[in-house]
């Protein structure tokens, strides 16, 4: 392993604690809950939302990238 993925690693541990960091703010702060909005019916919609987004990116790449083979 040579130092540059040892960095993108650390950055990456780095990104998951802030977002860790940030969903207990939330939840002390505000009393909101990232569970319980995904567990209502418009944390669902936003579900499907980001889905359909995630499912049109992994079609696009698939494309692109037997369009360059």
Avoid: C, R, T
Wanted: no cysteine.
């Amino acid at each position: 392993m040579n130092k540059f993925n040892k960095e993108k690693e650390k950055g990456f541990i780095g990104i998951i604690v802030i977002v860790i960091l940030a969903l207990a703010a939330l939840k002390y702060f505000f009393d909101w809950s990232i569970f319980e909005f995904l567990g209502s019916p418009e944390g669902k919609s936003v579900l499907d939302y980001v889905k359909q987004i995630l499912f049109w990116l992994k079609d696009a790449a698939l494309a692109l990238w037997s369009y360059i083979h």
